[in-house]
């Protein structure tokens, strides 16, 4: 057996959630916050057989969309040396998914 750990971002969460759950996999959600961004994520964990974790990546995949988002620069600086703070453009979303093997399952 496996246990996939899938981080995807909050705006992804529910579409993750619905698609797992109709394909028959069930899985603890967890609130987590990303480092980068302190932007708020969501943190799968579910328990599957070897065979299906393939599955259950493609699932992720297909509901976890990367976009584009504007986040301050606090490393710009305008002409007259005040600092200012210039949106950067950072790609978010998708998905981070560790598997680990897992000894022992029991739902009880």
Known sequence: MKLIFAIVNNDDSHNVSSAL??????????????GFLMAGNTTFMICCE???VDGVIAIIAQNSRKRKQYVPNAASIAASDAPVSYPVEVSVGGATVFVTDIERFEKL
């Open 21 to 34: 759950t109709k394909a028959g996999f069930s899985a603890t959600k967890l609130a987590s916050t990303g």
């Open 50 to 52: 070897n065979v299906a």
